[in-house]
Structures are given as structure tokens and as C-alpha cells.
């Protein structure tokens, strides 16, 4: 009995499920949520290469503007694309909007009728679902952005995927805490301060954290990248004035909050060399705890999609205080890999993580292939 393997099975999975939310939509949605294929256009390229962590409009149509069974299909193509942990996550990370509106007593002003809406998830997929072509979708919103790729029949990339949690940690019941991303911020930390002090010299590369993920949602990374200023990681900057200046005026205080300035930017940009410690630097111990790490950024899709990985390549690198409450951040880093981490807003309980492969985000390299292959 031959297994079929999970970039094929995945991809079949993922087309049924278009398919079918695509055959429920009205036509008004469909002009929304069915775009022409990867590649077929500029325009069609340029949208699909935009992903965004913030709540504006990520392009598609939005879960709260489809009836009870579009959405069943809508979240039945999310949970294919996902692992049963990730799919969870994703959930979970979606019904914080309405904590989150709860923190920040209902009273949040995005220029719409609910500032924090757990409706505005939009999902929209490019080309024709099925096992010849290119084909892919893409579901997002405030704290999520899922992005797939499939070339005849198979998964070619899940990249960028992003999930963060604002609150990161609220209170429950019987003293319980909902903390959706803990364990990718507990094992980092776990991991830092395991390090003797000459190791851990070498991972802390400051002692204050960035005010967020230094990629932020730049389509490609490069060498050099520094930290992208809070307005500019929206589909659009604000119009209205009170919104320009409530934006302007979070990013001022999300800077002088952090205390970098140009040179602590500087030290903590992108580089094509990895930043911090390597793998290969650990004890075995330590790399147990690495290789926990990895999984549960990995972990979010299928078994099977992530490509290869060299753990001794893996470089480990930190900033900010290590002790639990503070504003930190941490990346990983290696070929075909970056993953970011930082909790730093709202006093240190507003978290984000990203996993992105420099090399092949969006599939680009595949598509390019894919392209040469039968349009050269």
C-alpha cells in the first residue's frame, strides 16, 4: 500500500475545499473571492504578495459579510491548510477580537462600525482550484495571515504565515489563563536563559526590544531590513485626520517606549548572515528545546510542507530582558528560514510571530520555475 505524500494529499484537500466555498458565493462575492491564477497578471501578482498582520482589509471577502454555510466552507479550506493545532490557533486567535474589544471597552475607532470585529477574516483565492496549474489562496486578518501556494497538484509554499494574539495572555475561570501563542514564547525564554553567560553574550544582541516584528509584512526580505513603522504596515494610510493622528501617534509611543534608536535598528536588521547563536553552539539539552521551538512554528500546517531544515544551520538570537512580564523579541534563523517573535505592546501582552522562508515566500521560486517550464 503506497501513501500518497502530503504536499499532493494537502493540495487535494485544499482544491475540494475552494471549490466548494467558491460554488456557494453569490456573484457579487465571487468578484472578491476568485482572482485570476498566480502569474497570469501584474495586477493579480502584486495582490497576491501583499499580507498584512494589522486590521485592515486583507482582499477577499470577509467572513462576517458570508452567510452560516459560506463560512463553514470558508473555515473547512483554512483547517486543510493548517495542522489541527494551527487550525485551533487560528480560531482561537479570531474570537480575540472580541476579548481584545473587551480589554479596550468597546470604544476603538478604526474608521468603521466595529473597531475590533471578528467578522473582518478575509479569504480569497487566485486561479482554479485543482491538480494542473498554479493555483493558491489566502486567508487573513487582525493576527492572521495564512498564504499557499500549489503547483500542479502539490503544496509549493505556506509562506508568510503569521499568527499573534492581542491579549497574548487573558484570564479565565478557575484562575485559568488563554494564552494561544505560549508556548513559542515560554520555550524561547526557556532557551535564553539556559545559556551560560558567554553563550547568552553572544544570542542577546540588545538589552531593549523593537516595538515589533522586524520584517514586518514586506513582501520579500533583504539584507539590511529595518523595522517598519506601525502606519506603514497597513493596506493604506488613513485619510481622516483623527485617524492619521491616533496611528501616528501609537507608532510615536510604541518607539519611545522600545528606546531604540537609529543604531539599536541598525543592530538589529536583517542580515543574509544569521544573527546570535548557532545550533551548533548548544548542549543537548538546549537543542531539545530549539527543536521544540521549530515545531511549534512549523507545526502550524500539515506534516509533511515544511521544507527540509538543517537544525545545525539554525542561528538563535534575542533582545530585551529575559525575565517573564518584559518586552522582549527572538528570531530564528537559517537557510530557507526566519522566524520572528516579539511581545512588546500593551505592557508586554500583545504578541507576534511570523515563519517565512526568504527564499521561496509566496512559492516565488516555484512559479518562476513553474512558468519557464510552460510560457518560456
Request: hydrophobic share 40%; aromatic share 6%; glycine share 10%.
Amino acid at each position: 500500500m503506497t501513501t500518497t505524500p502530503a504536499p499532493l494529499a494537502v493540495a487535494t484537500r485544499m482544491a475540494v475545499a475552494a471549490r466548494a466555498w467558491l460554488d456557494v458565493l453569490d456573484p457579487d462575492q465571487r468578484v472578491l473571492a476568485h482572482w485570476p491564477a498566480p502569474g497570469a497578471d501584474p495586477e493579480t501578482d502584486a495582490e497576491r504578495l501583499r499580507w498584512f498582520y494589522t486590521p485592515t482589509d486583507h482582499g477577499g471577502v470577509p467572513v462576517g459579510a458570508q452567510r452560516p454555510a459560506q463560512q463553514s466552507r470558508a473555515m473547512q479550506l483554512v483547517a486543510a491548510g493548517t495542522s489541527t493545532a494551527g487550525y485551533g490557533t487560528v480560531a482561537t486567535i479570531m474570537g480575540l477580537e472580541n476579548v481584545l474589544d473587551h480589554v479596550e471597552d468597546f470604544a476603538v475607532d478604526w474608521g468603521r462600525e466595529r473597531g475590533r470585529d471578528p467578522g473582518l477574516y478575509y479569504l480569497r483565492v487566485f486561479g482554479e482550484p485543482g491538480p494542473a496549474g498554479a493555483w493558491g489562496w489566502r486567508f487573513g486578518g487582525h493576527h492572521v495571515s495564512l498564504n499557499v501556494l500549489v503547483i500542479d497538484g502539490a503544496v509549493r509554499s505556506t509562506t508568510p504565515c503569521f499568527l499573534g494574539a492581542d491579549p497574548a495572555s487573558s484570564p479565565l475561570v478557575g484562575d485559568g489563563l488563554l494564552r494561544p501563542l505560549g508556548r513559542v514564547e515560554d520555550l524561547a525564554r526557556e532557551l535564553v536563559r539556559s545559556l551560560s553567560p558567554e553563550a547568552a553574550a553572544r544570542a542577546v544582541l540588545l538589552d531593549r526590544a523593537p516595538s515589533d516584528i522586524v520584517g514586518g509584512n514586506r513582501t520579500r526580505i533583504s539584507d539590511g531590513d529595518e523595522m517598519i513603522l506601525l502606519p506603514d504596515i497597513w493596506r493604506t494610510h488613513f485619510t481622516e485626520q483623527r485617524l492619521h493622528e491616533r496611528i501616528t501617534g501609537m507608532s510615536r509611543a510604541a518607539e519611545e517606549a522600545s528606546g531604540f534608536d537609529a543604531d539599536d535598528h541598525r543592530r538589529l536588521a536583517l542580515t543574509a548572515g544569521p544573527k546570535g547563536i548557532p545550533a551548533t553552539a548548544l548542549d543537548t539539552g538546549q537543542r531539545e528545546i530549539l527543536r521544540a521551538l521549530l515545531a511549534a512554528y512549523l507545526g502550524r500546517v500539515p506534516d509533511g510542507l515544511a521544507p527540509p531544515l538543517d537544525e545545525d544551520a539554525v542561528h538563535f538570537a534575542w533582545a530585551g530582558p529575559t525575565g517573564p512580564g518584559a518586552p522582549h523579541y527572538y528570531r530564528l534563523q537559517a537557510p530557507r528560514l526566519l522566524l520572528e517573535w516579539d511581545d512588546t505592546a500593551r505592557g508586554a501582552n500583545h504578541a507576534h510571530s511570523v515563519w517565512r522562508d526568504p527564499e521561496a515566500d509566496f512559492g516565488l521560486d516555484a512559479l518562476a520555475a513553474h512558468r519557464a517550464a510552460h510560457h518560456g
